[in-house]
């Protein structure tokens, strides 16, 4: 899985993140997907579009355009040079421009297939723009897209049913966050938007669910907590759970039955060969300081971690991970 690749200059809105709406992206990515294939893996894009999250800066008309008229006040954002800045208010899309970001998500999925990619998921997590539109507490919208629960769900259906006219249902993915709190989310009835949201897409023959269930990123104290469990009764296909998972705990949910698949995401950035460490019980190497995985301006500080060898000994362990420039 690839890390969330906005979907178009409207849905950019993060200081060095990856997108996938021109020639030059699409041709970069071709070549990252060649070499996951050259080593027999599979690749799928998560598709992105950062609705209320993004910044001015980035937008040729100086403005952010998401579901509804809001400001996400609590925390920072960063500007398109990479500084640190507030959030803005929003405009609120017209019904023209929500259609227009489906069929950026239609566009960008033909892109994603002429790369070579295996599969899509869509990012409905994290406070961006799918979950905006799921949740009560950001779609302030009284057109067909806002309201009732099923019209709140109607955006997400309508981006499933277009990008299924470019890949097959079984090669795309949705990831959603019902306990979230990042981006200033959470809902009094979260709950009951959930069941009927997951429900819905049980019935879509979708490849999987994946949920950020997993609370390293906190999670929403304005409704029931939705478990694990729960969403494997709702949902009729795989389940793929996230978010700070050990290797333990994921050993424990598979064995339990209640998810088919496990996501780990910081862990490989710093144990490229996580799988083989997990498999044959060699130590992990230690977290990096968490700016590190979103500050562009670092650059390559600290990615210096190369797979496991357990020929080596201590002092060269130490070499390869500290190398010194002659």
Not at 27 to 52: N, T
Not at 241 to 260: I, P
Request: charged share 25%; hydrophobic share 30%.
């Amino acid at each position: 899985m690839s890390e969330g690749c906005a979907v178009s200059e409207q849905g950019y809105g993060w200081y060095g993140a990856p997108a996938l709406y021109t020639d030059e992206q699409q041709e970069g990515w071709r070549k990252i997907v060649e070499g996951v294939h050259a080593k027999g893996g599979k690749m799928f894009v998560q598709l992105w579009h950062m609705g209320r999250q993004s910044h001015p800066s980035f937008h040729p008309s100086n403005e952010v355009a998401s579901c509804s008229s809001s400001c996400y006040s609590t925390g920072r954002t960063h500007d398109a040079e990479g500084n640190a800045t507030g959030f803005p208010t929003t405009r609120a899309m017209t019904v023209e421009e929500v259609r227009q970001v489906i069929e950026d998500h239609r566009k960008c999925a033909e892109r994603a297939k002429a790369a070579g990619f295996d599969g899509v998921e869509f990012h409905g997590a994290g406070g961006y723009l799918i979950d905006e539109f799921l949740q009560s507490s950001t779609n302030t919208r009284t057109d067909q897209y806002g309201g009732s629960i099923e019209n709140r769900f109607r955006f997400l259906r309508e981006l499933i049913e277009a990008l299924t006219t470019v890949y097959p249902a079984n090669r795309v993915g949705v990831r959603l966050s019902p306990n979230g709190v990042y981006g200033g989310m959470g809902s009094e009835d979260n709950y009951e938007t959930f069941t009927y949201v997951i429900s819905e897409l049980g019935k879509m023959g979708l490849c999987y669910l994946a949920t950020h269930d997993g609370f390293g990123f906190g999670r929403s104290d304005k409704c029931r907590v939705f478990t694990v469990f729960e969403l494997k009764t709702l949902f009729k296909g795989r389940v793929m759970v996230t978010c700070s998972y050990t290797r333990d705990q994921a050993e424990g949910v598979l064995h339990a039955g209640v998810a088919d698949l496990v996501g780990f995401g910081r862990p490989f950035l710093v144990n490229p060969d996580l799988p083989e460490r997990f498999r044959n019980d060699w130590p992990l190497d230690e977290p990096l300081p968490y700016e590190l995985f979103w500050n562009a301006k670092k650059g390559l500080e600290g990615y210096h971690f190369p797979a496991y060898d357990p020929k080596k000994t201590d002092a060269d362990k130490e070499k390869q991970a500290n190398p010194v420039n002659p």
